[in-house]
């Protein structure tokens, strides 16, 4: 079971270096979550309706680090609202509403576990959060 | 009745918990006795009290009203000082909401670094709602209060200072003696948070208030009880309004029955009240019990101490009230606590809502163990065999 959880992909993407930044971030936001203490901060500049140069830095659980490292390696090229479109269809996926293969990103099914670990989902979608946020906050 | 203590000893073929339990901290597991005096009630007596005539109606307000006495034993106060609330939280918002009343500009409130955020965000609150300044007491390097600033903190403008008795986190009682010095030399008021410190037998006797809740003392959940002494009540005015608590209700204004029911506006938790009662005579009677807590705590400390990758948080010389916290080098807590539970191992990680202190000791999360009168001696092996287990993590 631990296995699973903590699985040879979760592990690999964990222990990943983050991508620098390019260049001075247009948009930048911090969130926490209270309970378990997981920290993520997430950079971004928009250019041509799209995200570029992400970066940032996480202080967390493997799920967490996993979860960014593998957001900062896909979300390169996303639009804001493909952004939120993202956290919604990964929160659908950790509650076991959606199918892996019915994203885009199949790498995903890697977290396919936390559907059985109702606690832990949150550790994986903070990153995810981030990102939306940093979008809206852009925007506002 | 099975003549099992615990209830999850009713609950399992083996009288044995599933798992190793080292969470009471957060929520302990309940006494067969408090359960059973509940379901005598509920199962015989059940009526509202302080409303009804009938003999239902009467047999439980006779009830409650022991419960109450009991609190009032068990903690060397008068049954007139003991209010029931939600818990201790509720009770902590009524303290803070009704004593802010009584403060404004130029007041000082003083809470610390160490409060569980229940006794921390009501004096926000109560700051913001009266004007008076909110000081915030620090620890020192090692987590515990800075007694070294004690005279600086509390001043004469300091109206009221709410601390906590044992600390969520690490387990360590407050040099509730010096503190009481100092309020008592500038006339304030202490408010002890005593929900980490009742299950251990400490009630600090000295304290003006106090406030501890059912459920980590081996009682049911939604009841908690704010306590006063030297007739600290008196100063206390409603926050919450409803039934039972007034004594006659016009069209523009109302006036309140006596103490302390006018604090208890609505239906009060009455089959809880004698839960939580059924509890406490129950820890007053096994002190021997909480003796063990204190040992098997002590060993814990020892084992995790012994291993070169942990750091606990706190001195290490000072005896834990059946708490300790700690980080795992290169695991980060959550992952440990997953390791743990996979283990059967039940401990809490994470900020213990206690944010400031985190933030103060450059702390993310931690892990936390913590003891109660039903661990063995194999609960901290399974403990210090999973947290060597979680190693292999990083």
């Known amino acids: ?140 | 009745m099975s003549r099992a203590t615990w209830m999850f000893e009713r609950n399992s073929a083996q009288g044995q918990p599933a798992g190793h339990y080292l969470d009471s901290a957060a929520s302990a597991q309940m006494l067969c006795a408090s359960h059973d005096a509940m379901t005598l009630l509920e199962q015989g007596t059940r009526a509202n009290v302080r409303r009804g005539s009938h003999r239902l109606a009467e047999r439980a307000d006779e009830l409650y009203e022991q419960a109450r006495g009991t609190v009032a034993r068990f903690l060397g106060t008068s049954a007139d000082q003991v209010v029931f609330t939600a818990g201790a939280t509720a009770a902590l918002n009524l303290l803070a909401h009704s004593l802010s009343e009584r403060l404004g500009e130029g007041d000082e409130i003083v809470v610390t670094e160490l409060e569980h955020h229940s006794n921390f965000i009501p004096w926000q609150q109560a700051a913001r709602r009266s004007g008076a300044s909110l000081n915030v007491w620090p620890v020192t390097a090692e987590g515990v209060l800075d007694m070294s600033v004690l005279d600086h903190m509390i001043t004469a403008k300091t109206r009221v200072v709410s601390v906590t008795q044992v600390s969520n986190v690490t387990g360590l009682a407050s040099d509730l003696m010096s503190i009481v010095r100092r309020v008592r030399e500038v006339g304030a008021l202490l408010v002890v948070d005593a929900a980490q410190a009742v299950p251990h037998g400490l009630t600090a006797e000295q304290a003006d208030f106090l406030v501890f809740s059912g459920h980590k003392v081996f009682g049911p959940t939604g009841i908690g009880v704010l306590a006063a002494r030297r007739g600290g009540l008196e100063m206390l005015q409603p926050v919450s309004f409803g039934g039972g608590m007034a004594a006659g209700v016009g069209l523009r204004e109302s006036t309140w029955v006596d103490l302390p029911w006018r604090l208890e506006p609505g239906t009060p938790p009455f089959s809880q009240a004698l839960g939580l009662a059924a509890a406490l005579d129950w820890l007053a009677r096994e002190r021997g019990a909480l003796e063990e807590v204190r040992r098997l705590t002590r060993v814990a400390l020892d084992g995790l101490l012994a291993r070169p990758r942990v750091r606990v948080i706190g001195p290490h010389d000072r005896e834990r009230m059946g708490i300790v916290s700690f980080t795992v080098e290169g695991v980060h807590p959550h992952d440990v606590a997953q390791v743990l539970d996979n283990q059967g191992v039940w401990v809490r990680a994470g900020q213990m809502c206690a944010q400031p202190l985190l933030k103060a000791l450059g702390l993310g999360a931690v892990v936390r163990a913590s003891f109660a009168p039903y661990n063995t001696s194999a609960d901290v092996e399974a403990l210090l065999a999973g947290v060597d287990r979680s190693m292999a993590l990083s």
């Open chain 1, 1 to 140: 079971m631990l296995s699973e959880l903590y699985n040879s992909k979760i592990r690999e993407f964990a222990e990943r270096s983050l991508p620098m930044p390019q260049g001075e971030p247009m948009a930048e936001t911090s969130l926490e979550n209270i309970f378990c203490g997981d920290r993520v901060t997430i950079r971004v500049s928009l250019w041509d309706g799209v995200y570029r140069d992400l970066n940032g830095s996480v202080d967390g659980c493997l799920l967490c680090r996993a979860a960014m490292a593998w957001l900062l390696k896909n979300g390169e090229g996303l639009a804001p609202e493909a952004a939120t479109r993202l956290l919604a269809d990964v929160s659908a996926f950790l509650e076991g509403g959606l199918a892996a293969v019915d994203m885009p990103w199949h790498e995903l099914e890697m977290f396919s576990p936390l559907i059985a670990h109702r606690s832990r989902r949150k550790c994986v979608l903070l990153p995810f959060k981030a990102l939306a946020q940093v979008g809206q906050a852009r925007r506002s």
